[in-house]
């Protein structure tokens, strides 16, 4: 069965723009995470989707990210005024909802902001 | 202080080895806890949960100390492609949000 995909795979982008990255989560599955990794780093939690619930958006580390769920499918991440301590790979995740259950990884997204 | 806590290393070992790594967490609510690995430019994945009891996968071997809040991931007769960074997990009570350590690496050598 399909596991989760991001799209693109690679982003390079000039400063100062805004860029969307986009996630499929396993089909079915209620919880959706969406976290960044810089070179050499561990994961860093950015936020966190679960059903119908408010997401968590604790982790967003300013004003420019955002990101939308449409019901328990798609999501994106936007990062707007893009700025080169923003290269990183961003990291899809879905899970099936239940309480400590195991989370399914996308290949991720390398943004490059030049 | 960091929720989860593990030594980066790196760890290098030759073949055949025993290797451990110890990582701690913070919040006494934790629940659940996890192994994962993540090879090199790729995604990270589930190695192994790990259980209260202690529990074995093969060559893995993981074990949770509740009382002293820290959890144990063991590897005996290492392979070259065991070489990865391993990822402590834990997840807070009631919850499927995983709090993730930033890694041990592990290099095994010829």
């Known amino acids: 069965g399909a596991g989760v995909s991001q799209s693109p795979s690679n982003k390079v982008t000039e400063k100062g723009k805004d860029v969307e990255l986009r996630c499929d989560p396993i089909s079915g599955h209620t919880a959706l995470y969406w976290y960044r990794q810089r070179l050499g780093q561990g994961l860093e939690f950015l936020i966190y989707?679960?059903?119908?619930?408010?997401?968590?958006k604790s982790g967003l580390p300013s004003d420019r990210f955002s990101a939308e769920r449409t019901g328990e499918s798609v999501s994106t991440l936007t990062i707007q005024r893009t700025q080169q301590e923003d290269s990183a790979v961003y990291l899809c995740a879905s899970a099936p909802g239940l309480a400590g259950g195991e989370q399914f990884f996308g290949p991720g997204t390398r943004l490059t902001v030049l | 202080r960091k929720e989860v806590e593990q030594d980066p290393g790196p760890f290098n070992v030759p073949e055949g080895a025993t290797v451990a790594f110890n990582c701690t967490y913070s919040n006494s609510a934790s629940q659940s806890f996890f192994w994962y690995r993540q090879d090199c430019r790729k995604e990270p994945k589930l190695l192994m949960s790990?259980?209260?009891s202690g529990n074995e996968d093969g060559r893995f071997t993981a074990q949770l100390n509740r009382a002293s809040q820290y959890i144990s991931l063991l590897i005996r007769d290492s392979k070259l492609s065991d070489s990865a960074t391993y990822l402590c997990v834990v997840s807070r009570e009631n919850t499927d949000k995983l709090i993730f350590g930033t890694g041990t690496r592990l290099q095994v050598f010829p």
């Open positions: 989707f679960q059903g119908n619930s408010a997401p968590d």
């Open positions: 790990v259980y209260s």
